[in-house]
């Protein structure tokens, strides 16, 4: 069910998951259990607080772990560090597991940590590295493709991002986040029927909430108020009933859309509630952004210093930094911020820009 709701996104399959994992548990003697196979579905579901107790017990197996489950045990081991924000802790963390069984998997974190810290070349010779190793399925390869134009995206190299996300859908066709990323693709490159026509075939095959949201976007820039508000609702609604359920699964992507559609305040109480547990870089930004739309440019500025300090580099941290500035009076310090965000990305201020939704950076 884990499996099945990586590919398919279904929330259903994570709940039955869930009742899965919590009958193995009290099936199972204390401290005994399935800690590996726990601290995964804690890390699906951004839970890292359960994810960091799963490998204590699965520290004290009393049957010594074979190399492969230590090397999935160091490589959870970095995405807690990831997400505590530090970043050293989750390259060694890294390196012990490619020490142990390197695989795609760890490439792929590798470039996730490089793209953090706006290393985009390194990030992506780390997911070519991914691409010839031993798991090579076509959902993997697929995964690596989208990754690539993440980071293109990223840094503002638009066409070259959509290159990588066709090449996703030929490696795994129909595969629902390749499907957005290319919708996305479309919107910045002006074809707007063709993006609208593709995020409405994906809401029939599943009220994604993410189409709906990309949708009430390309209308509210249209200007058809009507039409955004129609799907700014639909996805309220969905988004609601999942942070009810998997609050820190689901907390961000809320956060986001109550920012742009939704309530301010609303949505500077999970951008809170978000970086509280997972207080990395990407958390500091929404919650700087939450704050600026509540009138609090100073306190944001602190979170956006405090993504900096950590090692986060991206060109929407520094255009972050550089309205809190503005809003400050601190204008020779926002052009500063202005400079070091299109020297990530060009296309940064571009009019263009404000269509990506997924893949910002």
């Known amino acids: 069910m884990l499996a099945d709701f990586r590919v398919t996104g279904r929330v259903e399959s994570l709940e039955i998951a869930r009742r899965e994992y919590s009958l193995v548990q009290s099936l199972a003697p204390e401290p005994a259990g399935a800690p590996l196979a726990l601290a995964d579905f804690a890390l699906a579901t951004h839970d890292i607080a359960a994810a960091k107790s799963a490998l204590v017990v699965f520290s004290r197996s009393a049957v010594p772990p074979t190399p492969i489950e230590r090397s999935e045990a160091f490589a959870m081991h970095s995405d ?125 095959q599943s009220p994604r909430p993410e189409a709906m949201d990309m949708l009430a976007l390309i209308y509210r820039v249209k200007g058809q108020r009507a039409k955004s508000l129609e799907w700014s609702r639909r996805a309220s609604a969905i988004w609601r009933q999942r942070v009810a359920e998997f609050p820190n699964a689901y907390g961000a992507h809320a956060a986001e859309h109550e920012l742009v559609f939704g309530d301010p305040n609303r949505a500077l109480a999970l ?86 939704w997924l893949a910002h950076g």
């Open 271 to 356: 951008a809170i509630q978000n970086r509280r547990a997972r207080p990395y870089g990407e958390a500091r930004i929404l919650l700087a952004n939450t704050l600026i739309a509540n009138g609090q440019p100073e306190i944001a500025l602190d979170e956006l210093i405090a993504a900096e300090a950590s090692g986060w580099r991206s060109a929407t941290l520094y255009a972050a930094k550089a309205q809190a500035s503005d809003l400050l009076g601190h204008t020779d310090n926002a052009e500063t911020y202005r400079e070091q965000a299109i020297s990530l990305n060009p296309e940064i201020f571009a009019a263009r820009t404000r269509m990506v």
């Open 80 to 204: 807690i560090a990831f997400y505590k924000a530090d970043l050293a802790a989750a390259h060694q963390r890294l390196a012990q597991a490619e020490g142990l069984a390197a695989g795609s998997g760890i490439h792929i974190r590798q470039a996730l940590l490089l793209r953090s810290t706006g290393e985009f070349d390194g990030a992506l010779t780390r997911l070519a590295h991914a691409s010839t190793s031993t798991s090579r399925t076509p959902l993997t390869l697929a995964s690596i493709a989208l990754q690539a134009g993440v980071i293109e995206s990223s840094r503002g190299n638009y066409a070259k991002a959509r290159n990588w996300y066709e090449t996703a859908e030929r490696l795994f066709p129909g595969y629902w986040l390749t499907r957005l990323h290319l919708a996305e693709a479309r919107l910045v490159a002006g074809e707007d029927v063709q993006a609208i026509a593709e995020l409405e075939s994906i809401v029939e």
